[in-house]
């Protein structure tokens, strides 16, 4: 069986725990290929809400398997207090959350050198969740990392130990103030290794081929968003994995011809949190209503999030980098009362409009070029049905649909499970 993709398109938070704990019931597997716990996936039901930071958002689901893939980088600390916040619902994690052994492991002092590079960089600063994620994929592409399998050899501890003799050198480099306490931090990281020794660890790339053979189903659930990839993002404010459909691939093991469906998953509007440009970013009374009524905070930090209309030009561009195949728009109910709804349709780049995400898109270089259409006033929580949609909101959808020459299938108007929207004339 091939793998079906779920991207963020934009950003990042644009609500993929939402959509794949939606979607799990379609799946034996659901696989997080990269990212770690800067990530914050937020799953509403029953009642209840659940950020999740480094488990796939499948695991709510008991028959379904949960699987934390060799691209993903992992906090044990961070790991456990997921664990302990998951203890209320009976979940056997020995059987249904599995974890890649050439996953890499943050450890505290990657977490004091992303502190220390941003405290460095002063307004240049990227605005890290300082999870501690660059450093650690830094340790994975120079070599130096320690990756969840070497947990079952007697001398991880040593290459611990060299490791982060190393990194607190290299705090010493910045030149910065930072206050912390190893011992205090280290005593925290044992103790959480031990506990997540208890899990199972797999050879995961073994595991998906064995599982395709046998027909099953997979999800590979992506973290982030395609314009913070390090290679296809806005550089350098992005994060340190490849977001985009090809880290699927080297994030789980997958070869690119077992990969099906590519779900592209889009706000109705844009958010950003962090530094970086953001072309169609508002400053008025419009972006603030956006960020109050979409609850628009950082669930892994708290930060407020920076809120803007619709960028065609950007979603474009993650739609062909990704080969999306499908297209999910999320918090269409964030949208309801606007007068009018502005979408960006093309950038005026150096005096010419252009349609492809030019190198910069610093303000200094580009100016969006807006169309406007109707608004809708209705409220949509309530809905469950396509048709009971409102005239102007299928309107905005079928624009984006032509723009983009791919379908809409999932329209979301609300958190909860339930909120979602299957376009199924589609
Ligand atoms: P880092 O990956 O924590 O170093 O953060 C790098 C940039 O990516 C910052 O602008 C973060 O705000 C942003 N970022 C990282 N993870 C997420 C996420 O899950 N959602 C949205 N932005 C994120």
């Not at 130096?144 to 040593?158: P, T, Y």
């Not at 103790?191 to 590979?220: N, P, R, V």
């Amino acid at each position: 069986m091939a793998v079906d993709l779920l991207l963020g398109l934009q950003w990042g938070d644009e609500g993929k725990g939402k959509i794949v704990d939606v979607l799990t019931k379609n799946y034996d597997i659901i696989a997080r290929f990269q990212g770690g716990p800067n990530a914050g996936h937020t799953l509403e039901f029953d009642g209840i809400k659940h950020v999740l930071r480094t488990i796939p958002s499948g695991i709510f689901h008991k028959n379904n398997v949960n699987l934390i893939g060799n691209g993903v980088v992992i906090d044990p600390v961070v790991f456990v207090k997921e664990l302990e916040g998951l203890d209320q619902y009976q979940i056997d994690y020995k059987k249904n959350l599995l974890i890649s052994r050439k996953a890499h492991l943050i450890l505290p002092t990657h977490r004091l050198l992303d502190a220390a590079s941003e405290a460095s960089k002063g307004k240049a600063k990227i605005g890290s969740t300082l999870k501690g994620i660059g450093p650690t994929y830094m340790d994975k592409t120079g070599r130096n990392g320690i990756r969840v399998g070497d947990l079952e050899f007697d001398n991880w501890e040593e290459k611990y130990r060299a490791l982060a003799d190393k990194h607190e050198a290299m705090i010493g480099f910045y030149n910065v103030n930072i206050e912390y306490d190893l011992a205090d931090l280290e005593a925290e990281f044992f103790s959480a290794i031990e506990i997540l020794k208890t899990l199972t660890f797999i050879d995961s790339e073994e595991y998906i081929a064995q599982a395709q053979k046998d027909g099953k189903t997979i999800l590979a659930e992506g973290a982030q968003g395609s314009l913070l990839d390090i290679d296809f993002g806005t550089y350098p404010f992005v994060t340190s994995s490849n977001t985009t459909a090809a880290g699927a691939c080297t994030g789980l093991g997958v070869a690119p011809n077992k990969v099906n469906g590519v779900f592209g998953i889009f706000k109705a509007y844009t958010t950003r949190v962090g530094s970086g440009p953001f072309p169609t970013e508002l400053f008025d009374d419009v972006g603030a209503t956006m960020a109050k009524v979409g609850n628009e905070f950082g669930a892994v930090t708290g930060r407020p999030r920076r809120c803007g209309w619709l960028d065609l030009v950007a979603l474009r561009y993650a739609v062909q980098i990704n080969g999306v195949t499908e297209l999910i728009m999320m918090k269409a109910d964030v949208l309801s009362g606007f007068e009018k709804i502005k979408v960006c349709t093309a950038y005026n780049y150096n005096g010419k409009n252009v349609e492809h995400l030019p190198y910069s898109i610093d303000a200094a270089h580009i100016t969006p070029v807006y169309i406007e259409l109707e608004g809708w006033n209705d409220d949509l929580a309530g809905i469950t049905n396509e048709t009971d949609l409102p005239k102007a909101l299928n309107d905005y959808i079928s624009f984006i649909e032509n723009e983009l020459q791919i379908p809409i299938t999932i329209v979301s108007v609300g958190p909860d499970r339930t909120q979602t929207i299957h376009r199924n004339s589609r």
